[in-house]
């Protein structure tokens, strides 16, 4: 995340931690070598519109912690990151709740200009009632309508990045003076609920047209959207049991929107603690655990929920109450008893993520033995000491991985979409963006390229 504390809260006063420095551009570039050196697929920048206000119904400690608070523009660091690697891709999370479809879609067809097809957009809706009066608004909006919004928005920058322009519109002919073919750019109408839309896109064609779609949606309505448009899904699990479930959910929920299994790419987050030995790993987390911040977890936690939990005695179980903050998170209240002592035992690095600590080798036979046993295609790795931690696991774990053949030792060429699907730089003709591409060659200039209408 562009900020100080992103997930394992605390550990930016560890003196070795960098991440003071998130707002120098050369903290991010070197971040980016070293990730490519890695042969990691990709930087996934998390972001918020907004501040978690909801512990003790004020930012002291969100302030004092660093609890994403600076926080800056992730698109912005792209560009430099993008200069200086050419293989690693990058995932930008913007909430679509406060963009507007038009803006939003011209801002990410550039950077995957800029980026030879190597962005991806992580989906949100928001959760903050602080980012709402941020803007504007009284209070966040109900969650389930905040899909209906997000679905509208989604389908108009479809139309946007698919459906105005043909593939072979840009000519580039000096000769005869024509740089763009004017017969294949099309106007685009949309009249919906939400949004209101008329023109010709900006933004030519650019190598994935539209980015690689992440979402990590997890609640009815949630996992009703991410396998209906997402290629990438963030799920969040500790025993490989309920991993293994939401995996089959998934799937089968891709199946029932026309979708194939593996059109969807299902990544767990952990935070990992690695070093030379076992018996060193263990040394290196009791040093982590004296800087983490467990109740900056649980800060964190509390406006995920929507729920004070400062109010609640360490022991007493915390009830289920019903918001429109994070679904999936919140139902957990009803399904088990949990304590803040629990949840400060769960954020012990001041993160909820499954923490996995040892040796290389060892890290490296858990993750396997957690994909085989699961179904999942990957991981999102959390840091922890910053960036000592990227470091720790390319050096250690990596190469465990490559030696038993679960890891690539190079980089498969081409978009981030051919990267991690090996299947073309465009979204299949399954996906749902596929209604929306051109589809007459011949189409006169004078003929508007009206998809409002069409199903998406």
């Known amino acids: 995340m562009n900020s100080v504390g992103h997930i394992n809260h605390g550990l930016w006063a560890h003196p070795r931690d960098e991440s003071h420095r998130f707002n120098e551009l050369n903290y991010w570039i070197d971040l980016a070598k070293t990730l490519e050196r890695g042969l990691f697929d990709g930087l996934f920048i998390a972001d918020i519109t907004g501040t978690y206000d909801v512990y003790q119904n004020g930012i002291d400690l969100t302030l004092r912690e660093s609890i994403q608070l600076p926080s800056h523009d992730p698109a912005t660091l792209v560009s430099a990151m993008a200069s200086v690697t050419q293989n690693l891709g990058f995932g930008v999370t913007v909430n679509l709740s406060y963009e507007t479809p038009y803006q939003f879609a011209r801002r990410f067809g550039s950077l ?22 941020l803007i ?17 928005f989604i389908e108009l920058c479809y139309k946007f990045w698919e459906g105005s322009w043909e593939n072979d519109a840009v000519l580039k002919d000096k000769q005869k003076r024509i740089f763009t073919d004017p017969s294949k750019v099309h106007s685009i109408q949309h009249h919906g ?20 779609l992440f979402q990590a949606g997890a609640s009815p309505r949630g996992l009703a959207f991410s396998t209906r448009h997402a290629e990438c899904v963030f799920i969040g699990g500790d025993q490989p049991e309920k991993i293994k479930q939401q995996v089959n959910k998934i799937r089968e929920l891709a199946i029932q929107q ?51 939990l400062s109010k609640y005695a360490d022991d007493e179980a915390i009830p289920y109450q ?48 957690l994909m085989d046993e699961t179904g999942i295609d990957g991981f999102n790795l959390t840091r922890t000491v910053a960036p000592e931690s990227h470091h720790d696991f390319i050096d250690f774990v990596i190469p465990e991985l490559q030696q038993r053949g679960r890891f690539k030792t190079e980089y498969h060429q081409g978009s981030l ?15 749902p963006a596929a209604h929306f591409r051109c589809q007459n060659p011949k189409q006169s200039k004078a003929q508007q390229f009206d998809l409002s209408k069409q199903s998406a």
């Open 136 to 152: 504007g608004q009284k209070g966040l909006k109900d969650h389930d309508l905040r899909y209906e919004q997000a679905e509208e």
């Open 193 to 212: 609920r939400f949004y209101q839309s008329e023109g010709v896109f900006q933004v030519s064609p650019s190598p994935q047209r539209t980015p690689v």
């Open 258 to 308: 026309g979708r194939q299994p593996e059109d969807v790419k299902i990544f767990v987050g952990i935070t990992v603690v690695t070093a030379e030995t076992d018996l060193l790993a263990q040394q290196k987390l009791a040093e982590y655990i004296r800087y983490a911040s467990p109740e900056a977890g649980l800060a964190h936690y509390s406006s995920s929920v929507g729920i004070d």
């Open 112 to 133: 995957d200009h800029l980026t030879q097809g190597r962005i991806g957009w992580n989906i949100v809706t928001g959760y903050l009632d602080s980012a709402e009066r």
């Open 322 to 369: 019903q918001t429109n903050s994070i679904a999936s998170v919140n139902h957990k209240f009803k399904e088990k008893k949990i304590t803040p002592n629990d949840l400060k035992a769960q954020h012990i690095l001041g993160g909820r993520y499954p923490l996995i600590v040892g040796s290389g080798e060892t890290v490296a036979e858990q993750l396997i033995q």
């Open 417 to 431: 979409r051919n990267k991690i699907f090996k299947n073309g730089d465009h979204l299949t003709a399954q996906h």
